[in-house]
């Protein structure tokens, strides 16, 4: 093992760039402290990926050795490991790399980092996303403002870089930065986290960027609340390219945008040999919480006019280093100083808010479907393997706790079912016994007179069977407490009822014999009279 970490340790340095690592007791892990309490580290890999990122046994161990018992670990990516290896003190809280967290799931995470710090004075919190930066500072940055420990978004920010990197770059995104600024404003009590809804009219690009031969083919998305509200191109052929020498770009859109806001602007090459290749050109994170009617918007570079008319309506403009993607040195050549992203937007009536609910249901219906169809897909698969099973005969099925608790429900009513079923065929046995002795010619062709049948036998018999279960009741009875046992009891008395049918039927067949001898004894004696 030490010769395995001598030579990764060289990939792990140039992966983690500029960050500050930790290089104590024996340790060298992509892992800062920002606090005494709070740590930023990159994500704990294993297989190939840990040649260049943190091996997830070395922070196992960091984590179990120093604070065993005291430490919660918030992954923030979308990937997954071995909880076991922490203990299971794993938060998993995750959303896309490069990309801002929803509003609610950041402040859901801010509360629980919160109260597991103030469960004691010794407890930490490590925060990951892939490489520690982004994700990480994003939510750092916002609990640093949540707790006071900075006195805003601005202060929160500068300390994570310079605690973080050696470059002293922290979190760099726009729309991430964006949301730690939104978190502060919240907790400020500036702004009440309300969402508002409006129409989006048009969309305008001033100045085309440069993508392919001097110009591009844009299509747009955009997204509300993580559903797809509006597609410039639903296919690719309607899809139109614009050159670099146009003024810019107008797209009618005509869809109502409330909460959470993404946008995304892709560019389509087409080729002739091959399929179309796709690249986001950029990306635009907003909350329309933050769209205020009466003053400007405190975020970033963004401005915002408010134009009075017949319709009022607003028209907010974003620069180049407030989306994702553009703000990047490498795009300054892609897009002019003068490029700029205009959104239209406007206060909704009465049919657009119910054409936007209408919206929503539809789409939480076509969630709702398509995990009906996955649902349905799972039962097609549970019958054939099924079949399989019955064909191999292998005890391979897989089954959850509510099936099992059915099947033994049902098994339990079979059982019960057939118990019936024998008490009332053994019920119908002695009725038609009995209507057989009934109608036989043996017994009612003779008088009363005649057939002198011995009762004091039966009586005889009914006294012994009472004077057992007496003697039966009498073993039941526990001497020192003097109460039944109700479990010997129960079971004492399905013998008893079980016994005293066969009793019954043996008895009927003693009869029957006796009183076909004693028939034959009169007969003979009426004959010899008669001789």
Known sequence: MSFLKKVFTPARLIASQDKKRFKEDGYNLDLTFITDRIIAMALPASGLEMTYRNEINDVSQF?????????????????????????????????????????????????????????????????????????????????????????????????????????????????????????DSILRGIVYPKPKTFFLESIFLKTVPKYQNGGCSPLIQIFTNNLLAYTS????????????????????????????????????????????????????????????????????????????????????????EDLDEAWKRKQKDVYSPKFRFKLKLKKPNHKQKKTFKEFVTKSVEKKNKTRRVLENRLNYAKRCYDRVTKLFGENLKFESENEKDEKNEKETKEKENEENKEEEEEDEEEEEE????????????????????????????????????????????????????????????????????????NHQKKEKVQDFEKVQEIEQKLEKENN
């Open 63 to 183: 984590f179990r050795k120093k604070y065993k018992g005291k430490y919660k670990i918030f992954n923030v990516s979308q990937r997954n490991y071995d909880i076991n290896k922490f203990d299971k003190s794993v938060v998993k809280i995750g959303w896309p790399d490069h990309h801002n967290p929803p509003l609610n799931q950041l402040f859901k995470a801010l509360l629980l980092m919160d109260e597991w710090l103030e469960k004691d004075p010794e407890n930490i919190v490590a925060v990951h996303c892939l490489a520690g930066r982004g994700r990480t500072g994003t939510l750092i940055c916002s609990y640093l403002v949540f707790a006071g420990l900075c006195s805003g978004a601005y202060s929160a920010l500068k300390i994570f870089g310079k605690k973080r990197s050696g470059t002293k770059k922290g979190v760099s995104n726009p729309c991430q930065v964006r949301y730690v600024y939104y978190a």
């Open 233 to 320: 191109a639903p296919n690719v052929d309607q899809i139109q390219s614009y050159s670099g020498f146009e003024p810019g770009i107008l797209f009618k859109v005509g869809c109502v945008i409330q909460g959470d806001v993404y946008i995304v602007v892709h560019d389509y090459t087409k080729s002739k040999f091959s399929k179309g290749k796709w690249s986001v050109m950029f990306r635009l994170s907003f909350n329309t919480t933050f769209i205020d009617e009466k003053s400007t918007i405190n975020s970033m570079t963004s401005d915002r006019n408010i134009v009075y008319g017949e319709d009022k309506y607003y028209i907010i403009t974003w620069k180049r």
């Open 434 to 505: 009995e209507e057989e002795t009934q109608q036989n010619p043996m017994f009612w062709e003779y008088n009363d007179n005649q057939i002198d049948i011995n009762n004091e036998e039966k009586e005889k018999e009914k006294e012994k069977e009472k004077e057992k279960e007496k003697t039966i009741d009498e073993e039941d009875i526990d001497p020192k407490t003097t109460k039944k046992k109700k479990h010997h009891k129960k079971k004492k008395s399905r013998e008893n009822h079980s016994t005293k049918k066969k009793k019954k039927k």
